[in-house]
């Protein structure tokens, strides 16, 4: 299994330009999520899903948008970048309920200017 | 609102030695806890989940508790190796919903 996988690693964005962050497992697993890690704070949830066709939003959604037309795949998109979407951002996966752990993915280091 | 704290924000420690990490929370409506460790530039790892039923957790040389009434949780890790130099982060899922709420970490460095 290759788990969760995240593309691309790093990328560098003028402010107004929009691009997807891709994220796709191979696990089955019904939830996925969206976050952002920003220094000295601790991981927010951006979007979240629980299954194909079902998207719901987190803590931060405002500039973000997902869809979930299959269970491997959810994909991140940012409409129009600005500065304080600077941030590296994680895509998380695990079986529906709650008792069940998240897995990670490595990330994507993104760089708005 | 919950909020999850976790103190120190760094720590420092000599090879050999066990050491603590703390994480709280604020309210204790939860229904599991997790602990991660993120090494530089990766993504998450999870070491440990403890459900809220539970008092502790164990893996190898990692030991997790869970008191809900007092709002705290602790990482013990016995005998480090600088191979444990990450940072390791506490989240706590309520009750109520799906969502993660996250500490901000604590940086950890064993010196060999």
């Known amino acids: 299994n290759a788990g969760v996988t995240q593309t691309p690693k790093f990328q560098v964005l003028k402010t107004g330009q929009s691009m997807t962050l891709q994220c796709a497992q191979d696990?089955?697993?019904?939830?996925m999520s969206w976050y952002r890690q920003d220094p000295g704070m601790g991981l927010r949830l951006i979007h979240y899903?629980?299954?194909?066709?079902?998207?719901d939003q987190g803590e931060v959604p405002n500039g973000y948008n997902v869809s979930r037309s299959t269970t491997e795949d959810f994909p991140l998109r940012l409409l129009s970048a600005a500065p304080s979407q600077t941030s590296v951002y994680f895509c998380?996966?695990?079986?529906?309920?709650?008792?069940?752990?998240?897995?990670f993915g490595p990330g994507t280091r993104l760089t708005v200017t | 609102k919950q909020e999850v704290t976790q103190i120190p924000a760094a720590l420092s420690v000599p090879e050999g030695e066990n050491l603590v990490l703390n994480c709280s929370f604020t309210?204790?409506?939860?229904?599991?806890l997790q602990w991660f460790r993120q090494d530089p530039g990766k993504g998450l790892t999870s070491l440990l989940l403890?459900?809220?039923s539970q008092r502790e957790q164990t893996s190898g040389r990692l030991n997790a508790s869970l008191d809900k009434s007092s709002g705290r949780s602790t990482l013990y890790i016995a005998a480090s190796q600088p191979g444990d130099s990450a940072t390791y982060l506490c989240?706590?899922?309520?009750?109520?919903?799906?969502?993660?709420?996250w500490g901000a970490g604590t940086k950890l460095i064993i010196k060999p």
């Open positions: 998380a996966s695990s079986y529906v309920g709650r008792s069940y752990e998240q897995y």
């Open positions: 696990m089955n697993h019904e939830y």
């Open positions: 899903s629980v299954g194909a066709g079902i998207t």
């Open positions: 309210d204790s409506a939860i229904y599991n």
């Open positions: 403890i459900q809220s």
């Open positions: 989240a706590v899922r309520p009750d109520s919903n799906y969502q993660l709420i």
